[in-house]
């Protein structure tokens, strides 16, 4: 269960990560790194937690012309992560391009494995109102969400990212094979803070959730190896 979980590493610095990493050694969790720490961190410490065994979400969330995400695609390959995103939002034809800068390094270089490539839907922290009135998306999340969905699984991805809340709908869309990344993860009684639409792991991993994301509940609390512990026992009920 632990490698269906995903500690946020949002941390300024990798001085900060890397004592995390301590508190956690020997939970078999999966480690995602996102823009602040991987900006400040830089791929060496990719490799560096690779090394240490964990399994690696490059969360970069790329949306650019095809080109550039194709060559982003190709250059996180070759670093060696298991997973990492682009935005549903680029459309078909970029995802597409991913996945072929992906299939040039794994041609190039037979001793690499191939990551899982995943596509952002809609952020957690977006609302009805944000994606109808701000964004210009009509409809509801939900409908936005899985029409995302069923354009990266079109375009060769293996899933994507989406709020637990939308989770079993998108397996109804896709396919059970087709992967979900959930955020907006809570555990019971902690509190939402900037997330609108969220779960328990309990009821995230009841609900279709193949991984769930879990960021400031670990990383903020008193003792990140009680609250990781409590979080497994979560999953598990």
Do not use: W
Request: with cysteine; net charge negative; hydrophobic share 45%.
């Amino acid at each position: 269960m632990a490698q269906r979980l995903m500690v946020a590493l949002d941390y300024p610095d990798d001085r900060a990560a890397r004592q995390l990493m301590l508190s956690l050694e020997g939970i078999p969790c999966y480690m995602k790194v996102g823009m602040q720490l991987f900006y400040q961190a830089g791929p060496q410490f990719v490799r560096e937690l690779k090394e240490r065994g964990y399994s690696v979400f490059l969360d970069l969330k790329m949306h650019d012309i095809p080109n550039t995400v194709k060559g982003g695609a190709n250059s996180i390959t070759k670093l060696g992560v298991d997973m990492f995103n682009v935005h549903a939002a680029g459309g078909s034809t970029m995802m597409a391009a991913a996945m072929r800068g992906v299939e040039e390094a794994l041609a190039a270089d037979s001793a690499l494995s191939r990551p899982l490539v995943i596509a952002v839907t809609q952020l957690t922290s977006t609302n009805l109102g944000t994606m109808n009135e701000e964004i210009g998306i009509p409809g509801s999340i939900e409908d936005a969400v899985i029409h995302y969905a069923k354009l990266a699984s079109g375009a060769g991805l293996d899933g994507v990212v989406a709020s637990p809340l939308e989770a079993q709908g998108i397996k109804d869309a896709c396919g059970a094979h087709f992967r979900t990344v959930t955020p907006g993860i809570r555990p019971a009684g902690s509190a939402a803070d900037d997330q609108s639409r969220t779960k328990t792991p309990g009821e995230a991993i009841a609900g279709g959730s193949d991984y769930i994301v879990v960021g400031r509940p670990i990383t903020a609390a008193a003792d990140p190896r009680e609250a990781i512990i409590r979080i497994l026992e979560e999953m598990t009920q």
